[in-house]
């Protein structure tokens, strides 16, 4: 069939709504001029009475389309970006609009009306149909993209429908509207499915040039207004790689100096992967086993990358919060401590205080928002949930992660659920707006499209060397199966090695095995989960370090969090069963010096009898014991492939459990049916029922908590500061704590629930940190632990 968008396939029968056959209430024969002694129409309103202070609203409109068209010109959307800068406040052309600036209690949508006009006779042709694209933009530059079609009033045809705004139509002469070249040049899709998709990430990438230049102009107005300046100004990335290399190789030169076997493959490795930063750009996989080095050659990788294709930006993502910041680190003592901004806060940024979200910040703050800086540091949360958000607060960002190279460690760890979503929004990049992506792990999951349905192409594309050789090469250990075992026979263990690791499946168990390595009088255990807030933890970490080095007994019992990349070296580990995947990654914390032999450096695998795994773990191991029958050697690149291609195709549909990709729909005749609002509030990386508590036992975060009872300061500066302080803990478990008196919300009335506390502070023991089990009957007289 023949569409808008070009020649594609019909894969989907489903009716379609035809927004430009909708009425447009107030269109050409109804509009009137403004019966006002005042003729001039305005975006903002200022202090001076006489309005001589104000935004001229053309002027804002000017403003907006210029520096949306300058974002969406490296991308090929300039002509898209201008025209929905131009259009997306046009509904501030009515009376009721400039009654509301000069203080009338009303409201007034003032953005669906350039959405509707769009969806009219502007444009023709195929631009007809990115003109479409550019009406959900306008449409949600205030509450976010929105769906076609739902059960809310707030989807864009409702919207459209319903619209009556009389616009005056001097409109017309003050905006120099060109509905035509808003064609992007895009790679053909292989049928509608593909193209649909194609076209919704172009609409985000139109939204986000839109939102960002209207954040933008209208915070210079108001800066200029209150005679303050905003320092927004970061160096390109192109500007600084000479610098950046110059420093890279002086910190290259200061490791060489130990030349040992190890460090002397560590820049082999790095030598073959540099050269590799001359060939084509689009996606690349660099599988290196755990101490391979593989954070510097994937930074050096994207610094030589990027001088020979000119990409602006370095985006590296990582699966854990935990390790954000020690990453961040590495990067700032090469690069300098200006050059990179870490983004990984949990926090939601509009959520807390809407009002104070446009108040002016500091540049790192700011940077936060639209990722300006040359080199980000942040999460798969925050690069994939701004990829697939509908909200302008996450969307701002969009924009510049195009013409990045984008490095995923752990690539194994996207969200099974989320795969396919995944998968797809990095090939787009790729092919369509100038992404190098690096897939960089040591257990490379079967993503080729050779071995999974839907995958992406990869064939010849590793940067490694010889993955399959430096799998041996770097082997440290040895995987045993070691059966099931109880918790008496895990003391046996912990009591005949000193210094031990033993990772279990679920927080109850580490618990109650803590304490009764405890009662048998075991020097040195150490108890780690996440019922210790991320400040604690790391003093911990700190203590496990030290006493390895000294070789003091460390006997650490700890949940997966420790298989995070966190860096510690036992010459023993035990995992409970998971996945084949988590077994590696507990491997990676054993001899991981490589100082020991590998014959002693064991890591046993048991089961567990006494205790419960959930249902995904069960499958897990279920596809891990399978690769006992085909693989006599787990830790062999072919198992791990294997293992992956096992788990992918047991799963199926459900890598994208939510059906993400299903919401983007190209109807018989090419009109969109996107379904932007819904994915978005689905596609959540990390689903849980945990929710926070603030744990204030130290100074630090007793004085913040103190600033929560004040409301000079915005809940979202507050909650930044907290993060460290902070425990997740079932919902159902706070509610109990909150009814018995050993939680409360801090100044509900001003920050609603966001800030829960903990009061009763025997409930936090430092061996150990939050019990939360039993709070109905537990106080700070009676609790026994």
């Not at 052309?93 to 509707?116: C, M, N, W």
């Not at 509207?177 to 990438?205: C, H, Q, W, Y």
């Not at 926090?347 to 790192?364: T, W």
Request: some cysteine; charged content about 25%.
């Amino acid at each position: 069939m023949q569409n808008a968008f070009g020649d594609c396939h019909h894969i989907n029968n489903k009716p379609s709504i035809d927004a430009r056959t909708l009425p447009i209430a107030g269109g050409n024969s109804e509009l009137r001029s403004m019966n006002s002694d005042d003729p001039m129409f305005y975006a903002h309103s200022g202090t001076s009475g006489d309005k001589s202070d104000w935004q001229i609203l053309k002027d804002h409109l000017a403003q907006v389309a210029e520096i949306a068209a300058s974002m969406g010109a490296p991308l090929g959307l300039e002509e898209a970006a201008r025209l929905a800068g131009l259009l997306h406040d046009l509904g501030k052309y009515t009376p009721e609009f400039q009654k509301r600036l000069t203080g009338a209690d009303i409201r007034v949508d003032h953005s669906t009306a350039g959405a509707a006009i769009l969806l009219g006779d502007l444009a023709n042709g195929r631009d007809k149909g990115v003109a479409e694209l550019v009406a959900y933009c306008i449409a949600g530059h205030h509450a976010g993209l929105p769906d076609r079609l739902n059960e809310t009033a707030a989807c864009l045809n409702r919207r459209v429908e319903s619209f009556g705004a009389d616009l005056d139509p001097v409109w017309k002469s003050e905006l120099a509207i060109d509905a035509t070249r808003l064609v992007p040049n895009l790679t053909k899709g292989p049928d509608l499915e593909a193209v649909a998709f194609r076209l919704s990430v172009v609409t985000r990438m139109i939204f986000s040039c839109l939102v960002d230049a209207d954040f933008k102009d209208t915070e210079a107005f108001y800066a200029a207004l209150e005679g303050r300046q905003v320092d927004r100004m970061w160096p390109s990335l192109q500007e600084l790689l000479p610098k950046f290399l110059q420093s890279f190789e002086t910190d290259m030169q200061s490791r060489s100096s130990n030349a040992t076997a190890l460090n002397r493959l560590r820049a082999d490795i790095l030598t073959h992967v540099r050269a590799g930063a001359q060939r084509e750009p689009g996606l690349f996989t660099l599988t290196v086993p755990t101490g391979g080095g593989k954070t510097l050659a994937s930074l050096a990788f994207a610094l030589d990358h990027a001088r020979t294709y000119g990409h602006t930006r370095i985006i590296y993502a990582i699966p854990f919060t935990s390790i954000v910041d020690q990453t961040a680190d590495i990067f700032r003592s090469i690069l300098g401590d200006d050059n990179v901004l870490e983004h990984h806060s949990a926090i939601d940024e509009e959520r807390f205080d809407p009002k104070a979200y446009h108040e002016s910040r500091d540049k790192l703050k700011l940077a936060m928002e639209d990722w300006a800086a040359p080199v980000v540091v942040t999460t798969n949360v925050q690069l994939f949930e701004s990829l697939f958000a509908a909200r302008t607060s996450r969307a701002r960002k969009v924009h510049n992660i195009a013409n990045s190279v984008i490095i995923l460690d752990e690539a194994q760890m996207i969200p099974r659920p989320l795969l396919k979503p995944c998968m797809r929004m990095l090939d787009e990049l790729a092919l369509n707006f100038g992404c190098t992506i690096v897939l960089c792990t040591a257990t490379q999951p079967a993503l080729d499209q050779r071995k999974l349905e839907g995958g992406l192409p990869l064939e010849g594309r590793e940067l490694a060397p010889d993955p399959n050789r430096l799998n041996d090469k770097l082997r440290r250990t040895r995987i045993v199966r070691a059966g099931p075992m109880s918790n008496a026979a895990l003391l046996t263990e912990l009591e005949v090695a000193s210094r031990v690791l033993v990772i279990v499946n679920s927080r109850k168990h580490a618990l109650e095995l803590f304490r009764e390595a405890e009662e048998a009088g075991l020097p040195g255990v150490v108890h780690l989960s996440t019922r210790q807030y991320a400040a604690h933890r790391r003093r911990i970490l700190a203590d496990v370090r030290d006493r390895l080095e000294t070789e003091k007994p460390c006997r650490l019992i700890a949940t997966s969090l420790i298989e995070a990349g966190v860096d510690v070296d036992f010459p023993r580990v035990l995992r409970a069963e998971a996945g084949l995947d988590a077994i590696i990654q507990a491997a990676g914390r054993c001899n991981r010096e490589g100082k020991r032999l590998v014959e002693e450096s064991i890591v046993s695998v048991f089961s567990t009898p006494d205790y419960s795994s959930p249902a995904e773990i069960r499958s897990l191991v279920a596809d891990m014991q399978r690769m006992l029958t085909r693989h006599e050697d787990l830790l062999s690149l072919a198992a791990i492939k294997d293992y992956f291609a096992e788990v992918y195709w047991r799963l199926g549909e459900q890598l994208d459990s939510k059906g993400i990709l299903q919401r983007f729909i190209l109807d018989r005749r090419g009109f969109t049916d996107f379904a932007f609002r819904s994915a978005a509030d689905d596609f959540c990386m990390v689903e849980s029922d945990m929710v926070p508590v603030i744990v204030a036992n130290e100074e630090a975060p007793q004085k913040y908590v103190g600033e929560l009872e004040f409301g000079g300061k915005t809940s979202r500066n507050i909650a930044q500061k907290l993060q460290s302080y902070i425990v997740q803990m079932p919902l159902n478990a706070r509610d109990l704590m909150v009814r018995n008196g050993h939680v409360s919300f801090i100044r509900p009335d001003l920050r609603g629930d966001q800030f829960a506390v903990l009061h009763s502070k025997s409930l936090y023991r430092e061996e150990v940190g939050l019990i939360w089990e039993d709070a109905d009957y537990l106080s700070i007289e009676s609790m026994i632990i």
